[in-house]
């Protein structure tokens, strides 16, 4: 059974920061390239990070770049999303997303983020 599992999310002031985890299982994990996407209230889901599937490439949305840190850890099938200097506007639920050619892919069920004063 395919599973990606998100945490690490919760409130946190303006310039705070969080650690986002995904952890996954079911799947050849070292075989996928790894996203972390964002939805906010009323918005589309938008991509924030990507991770190649074997880490050597990264890419950011423009709005997280210098600010947030996409990493892999294959041995333990783990993504996760360091996010610095964080902004009201990062408030957002934060989903995990796993894809290779097929295309096949998988969603994890999503973690809050809320950066309020």
């Known amino acids: 059974q395919v599973q990606l599992v998100e945490s690490g999310g919760g409130l946190v002031q303006p310039g705070g920061s969080l650690r986002l985890s995904c952890a996954a299982s079911g799947f050849t994990f070292n075989l996928y390239a790894m996203t972390w996407y964002r939805q906010a209230p009323g918005s589309e889901r938008e991509l924030v990070a990507y991770?190649?599937?074997?880490?050597?490439?990264?890419n950011y949305a423009d709005s997280v770049k210098g600010r947030f840190t996409i990493s892999r850890d294959n041995a333990k099938n783990t993504v996760y999303l360091q996010m610095n200097s964080l902004k009201l506007e990062d408030t957002a639920v934060y989903y995990c997303?796993?894809?290779?050619?097929?295309?096949?892919?998988?969603w994890g069920q999503g973690t809050q983020v809320t950066v309020s004063s």
């Open positions: 997303h796993a894809y290779t050619r097929g295309p096949v892919d998988y």
């Open positions: 991770i190649s599937s074997v880490g050597g490439s990264t």
